[in-house]
């Protein structure tokens, strides 16, 4: 569930949330403020390190980078100053193809692919809200992980800007990612199966 900071029904921006020294991360959605607590469960920090590396040793030698949380990414609308920007989110993995986007503050732009490991507390948000955002900000890629039920839901973005019918995968899969030619991920070991060989 939300937790809206400290005033109800207040829209908060990208300068407001910098002024915010909490422990606990933050996120917000048209310019509703989101709590990340509580920490991630082991289960979803094992599934979140499998997935990062598998696309961190693909892309090694590559112009794409992939970053993990806490990472910013931040999707003003167009000409609206950085600063006024009512949409900051943290993805649990995203992928970033134009550096142009990258600054010391994290990303400034649509990312080209982005992950959320799904918990408990955060099953509507990453289902509804994010893939709202998400889809109306033409991120090409966004899949949705399931660490319970060990399922992974992808999303691609299609001609007409919408999202299509989604993709879902078991962890006895493997996932040839469209957007990364090449590249290959394997479920086994996400969601602690034995790794394959590829």
């Not at 961190?56 to 999707?75: H, Q, T, Y």
């Not at 039920?149 to 995968?169: A, C, H, L, Q, W």
Request: negative net charge.
């Amino acid at each position: 569930m939300p937790l809206l900071k400290n005033e109800q029904d207040r829209i908060f921006t990208y300068k407001d949330y910098l002024t915010w020294n909490d422990n606990e991360g933050w996120e917000l959605i048209d310019g509703v403020a989101y709590s990340m607590a509580p920490s991630p469960s082991v289960n979803h920090q094992r599934v979140a390190m499998e997935l990062g590396r598998q696309f961190a040793n693909f892309l090694s030698d590559k112009p794409c980078e992939v970053f993990s949380v806490p990472f910013d990414v931040r999707l003003p609308e167009t000409n609206e100053d950085d600063e006024d920007s009512k949409n900051v989110v943290q993805p649990d993995i995203v992928v970033i193809c134009d550096s142009s986007k990258l600054d010391e503050k994290g990303c400034k732009g649509v990312p080209d692919l982005t992950i959320e490991i799904v918990s408990p507390a955060s099953a509507s948000i990453d289902n509804i809200k994010k893939m709202d955002l998400y889809e109306k900000n033409g991120v090409k890629e966004y899949w949705i992980v399931h660490p319970i039920y060990k399922i992974v839901t992808i999303y691609k973005i299609m001609e007409n800007g919408s999202y299509g019918k989604p993709e879902i995968y078991s962890e006895k899969d493997k996932i040839e990612v469209e957007l990364l030619k090449e590249l290959t991920v394997d479920l086994g070991p996400v969601f602690g199966g034995k790794r394959g060989h590829t």
